[in-house]
């Protein structure tokens, strides 16, 4: 299977007005022909990490981190990724992504340098949104999006990605 990613445009200010120029109509037709073909999570989370790295622009990180340990003192596991290097573990609830996966909610962070405890693993990031994946109504993973760009996540960001990740939950729930 394969897709053309040239076909995903994005103008400099990330703002998609219309269906043309707006990347998840087109993200989601091609994650959701990507989950129908693996009911494997660790595949479907390599596969939609290269789907969002190549398919969005201005990204420098895009990566899952895995709900691990004791359900008492859970931690986040780094999971497939696009994109440098990164921290191996980071604490429940510490962090941009700790903090979505204890609150069970997105996160959408204009400036990572103010975001108090904030943990950088690249210095280039600024901006940041996490959102929390869920297995029968449970946190199990966090999806990550770094970009190099301070405020370079919008609404309609956060709702495409959230679809996104509605649809990986869906195809596991359903497994």
């Known amino acids: 299977m394969s897709f053309d990613l040239t076909a995903v445009p994005g103008p400099a200010d990330h703002s998609y007005p219309d269906s043309e120029v707006n990347p998840y109509p087109l993200l989601l037709r ?3 022909a990507l989950l ?5 999570l ?3 989370m390599a596969n939609l990490s290269a789907l969002l790295y190549h398919g969005l622009p201005d990204l420098n990180w895009v990566g899952f ?7 008492e003192q859970p931690v986040l596991v780094l999971g497939p ?3 440098k290097v990164a921290c191996v573990e980071i604490p429940w609830g510490k962090g941009v ?11 959408r962070v204009a400036d990572v340098h103010a975001f108090a405890g904030h943990i950088a693993c690249d210095a280039a990031s600024e901006s940041e949104i996490v959102m929390p994946v869920r297995l029968n109504g449970q946190v199990i993973a966090v999806l990550d999006i770094d970009s190099p760009i301070k ?7 956060q709702q495409g990605l959230e679809q996104l990740v509605a649809l990986l939950e869906a195809r596991q729930n359903a497994v």
């Open 42 to 44: 660790i595949a479907q």
């Open 151 to 157: 405020d370079r996540f919008t609404a309609q960001d």
């Open 65 to 71: 981190y895995r709900r691990q340990g004791p359900a």
């Open 30 to 32: 091609q994650a959701q």
């Open 36 to 40: 129908d073909d693996c009911s494997d």
């Open 81 to 83: 990724f696009q994109g």
């Open 97 to 107: 992504c700790g903090t979505a996966a204890a609150t069970n909610s997105t996160q």
